[in-house]
């Protein structure tokens, strides 16, 4: 069992920055493949961001790509994701997710443990 807790998300204006955190208790921590993902109200779940536990695999969806960045220290059992740029689409409920395996996965179902997910809203 792996229980996750992202730190609180917030509201930025567009082309701000924002960086979330998630923090992992219960199994070890770099035995697992992390995900970050979001949904916004309406649309289904997306991949974000994932890491291997290595973090060797770095996975970014293209919508983010060259403006977010997926970090993990398994000395603190934490995953972090920077977002910079931020845009209005980028508005949605952010939640990271862990996968028991050493290759990272963009396909949410693969996931096996999720935090209760925070809320990033950008602004005009």
């Known amino acids: 069992q792996v229980q996750l807790v992202e730190s609180r998300g917030g509201l930025v204006q567009t082309g701000g920055s924002l960086r979330l955190s998630c923090s992992a208790s219960?199994?070890?921590?770099?035995?697992?493949?992390m995900g970050w993902f979001r949904q916004a109200p309406g649309k289904e779940r997306e991949f974000v961001a994932g890491?291997?536990?290595?973090?060797?695999?770095?996975v970014y969806s293209d919508s983010v790509k060259g403006r977010f960045t997926i970090a993990r220290d398994n000395a603190k059992n934490t995953v972090y994701l920077q977002m910079n740029s931020l845009k209005l689409d980028d508005t949605a409920v952010y939640y990271c997710?862990?996968?028991?395996?050493?290759?990272?996965?963009?396909?949410?179902?693969?996931?096996?443990?999720w935090g209760q997910g925070t809320q990033v809203t950008v602004s005009s």
């Open positions: 997710a862990a996968r028991a395996s050493y290759t990272t996965s963009r396909s949410w179902p693969e996931y096996r443990y």
């Open positions: 890491i291997s536990w290595r973090s060797i695999g770095l």
């Open positions: 219960g199994r070890t921590f770099s035995d697992y493949t």
